[in-house]
């Protein structure tokens, strides 16, 4: 109740006089809660109500007294977290054991119906199948450029499909520390319209009809989509901690908390500042016992879920990456190799329908008969640079474009051209 309270005052304070339903609203909690720190903060003289209708306390407005503003900075002095109240870490513990990735249901047919959308050999299929039945580590690898960030998309689609939508919390309370999860640049919300429905977003008087009642939901998490998160030569050790802040004294969740009940791929593994058996180091226990163990400033430990499909992708050669004790750690390696000519060619139409460019199957075989054939090895992202270069040709030129041998030459010319 007295963080509850802090929480409340520190409200009052940023936003000035507020009804008791936008009290609830900011906080995302039911009324009949906020209500009862209301009183405890009234006796004590720390808030006043301001006006008030018949409709009940729900529509009265508070204000903080200047006792209450003084007892706000000390609040904020202590934490500057301002927003929807946390969520016990336990509750967070809990319901990430409920939205595991692990036991998803998986098959042939659901895994190429979530992979209709990308172009991979058949048989990659029988590979990844395997892995995310066992929700265990992958570990791909192979020349750049033929899909390894697309596995993870769409590996991604299918745990969207067939797993669910997830909930994660706004912020998370452990040893009395605030931790923000929610993360709108990573967390893609499903619930909006529903939030919408139930007056989180529109009048006053829709808000308080809703916070009177305590509904089935508990509106200090958001549904979303399973998350994809993807690092890549950025990622540092750092990333890999609870985020602090000095000025707000709070934290935010590293990028792997975020990623629960998702994807979290580690692209250009080897390239990264940190080297790369620190960084392997670092996923040991993670690996292997599917939790991980995070420091506060105090130095206090706690544990958290890693419940996720995580992903190593890298071009470099494993052997100079890894030893043998890491790679016993990562259960299934799966190799991309460059696309055959046939699919190649699929993955050329793809991309043309994709920017409704008429297709023409004799400019692949102009690619290779030019390129690919003379020893230069094609890739899976070669449609998509080539065509990116021919619309941006045209667009100078001011040229409708129109696929010519020419066109797609001076587009290999600008983007085979050797440095």
């Known amino acids: 109740?007295?963080?509850?309270?802090?929480?409340?005052?520190?409200?009052?304070?940023?936003?000035?006089?507020?009804?008791g339903a936008d009290l609830g609203r900011l906080t995302r909690l039911p009324f009949n809660i906020i209500d009862e720190s209301l009183r405890t903060l009234r006796d004590q003289k720390l808030i006043e109500v301001a006006s008030g209708d018949l409709v009940g306390r729900i529509s009265y407005r508070f204000g903080l007294t200047e006792v209450g503003r003084?007892?706000?900075?000390?609040a904020f002095e202590?934490?500057?977290?301002?927003?929807?109240?946390?969520?016990p870490v336990e509750r967070y513990v809990e319901h990430c054991r409920?939205?595991?990735?692990?036991?998803?249901?998986c098959n042939p047919a659901s895994l190429r119906t979530a992979f209709k959308d990308f172009v991979i050999r058949p048989s990659m299929l029988d590979d990844l199948g395997p892995a995310v039945c066992s929700g265990k580590s992958i570990f791909v690898y192979g020349p750049p450029g033929n899909g390894k960030t697309v596995v993870a998309k769409g590996l991604g689609q299918f745990l969207n499909?067939?797993?669910?939508?997830?909930?994660?919390?706004?912020?998370?309370?452990?040893?009395?520390?605030?931790?923000?999860?929610?993360?709108?640049?990573?967390?893609?919300?499903?619930?909006?319209?529903?939030?919408s429905q139930r007056g989180m977003a529109t009048s006053s008087n829709e808000q308080s009809s809703y916070l009177v009642h305590d509904g089935p939901v508990d509106l200090r998490w958001r549904r979303i989509k399973r998350p994809v998160v993807i690092t890549g030569g950025e990622l540092t050790l750092d990333m890999l901690e609870l985020q602090y802040s000095q000025t707000a004294n709070y934290?935010?969740?590293?990028?792997?908390?975020?990623?629960?009940?998702?994807?979290?791929?580690?692209?250009?593994?080897?390239?990264?500042?940190?080297?790369p058996k620190d960084l392997l180091n670092r996923w040991i226990v993670p690996l292997e016992e599917r939790v991980d163990y995070l420091t506060l400033i105090t130095g206090r430990k706690f544990m958290l879920p890693f419940e996720q499909l995580i992903i190593f992708s890298t071009n470099l050669d494993p052997k100079d990456l890894v030893d043998d004790a890491f790679l016993r750690r990562i259960?299934?390696?799966?190799?991309?190799?460059?696309?055959?000519?046939?699919?190649?060619?699929?993955?050329?139409?793809?991309?043309?329908?994709?920017?409704?460019?008429?297709?023409?199957e004799s400019i692949v075989d102009s690619l290779f008969r030019k390129y690919y054939d003379q020893g230069r090895t094609p890739r899976s992202s070669d449609p998509r640079d080539l065509l990116d270069l021919a619309q941006s040709i045209c667009r100078f030129h001011e040229q409708p474009l129109v696929l010519t041998e020419e066109l797609i030459d001076e587009c290999a010319r600008r983007f085979f051209g050797e440095i």
């Open 331 to 360: 259960k299934h390696k799966i190799r991309i190799d460059p696309p055959t000519r046939e699919l190649y060619a699929v993955i050329f139409q793809l991309v043309s329908r994709q920017r409704d460019i008429p297709y023409d």
């Open 251 to 275: 934290y935010a969740a590293p990028l792997h908390i975020k990623a629960n009940g998702g994807v979290f791929l580690i692209d250009d593994f080897g390239r990264q500042i940190v080297r």
């Open 161 to 195: 499909m067939y797993g669910g939508e997830i909930y994660v919390p706004y912020a998370i309370q452990a040893e009395n520390s605030i931790i923000t999860v929610f993360d709108p640049g990573i967390h893609q919300t499903t619930d909006d319209a529903d939030l």
């Open 70 to 74: 003084n007892r706000a900075r000390d």
């Open 1 to 19: 109740m007295g963080q509850l309270g802090d929480l409340v005052l520190k409200t009052l304070y940023v936003h000035g006089v507020l009804q």
């Open 98 to 105: 409920l939205q595991h990735v692990t036991g998803t249901p």
């Open 78 to 87: 202590n934490c500057r977290y301002v927003g929807p109240a946390p969520v």
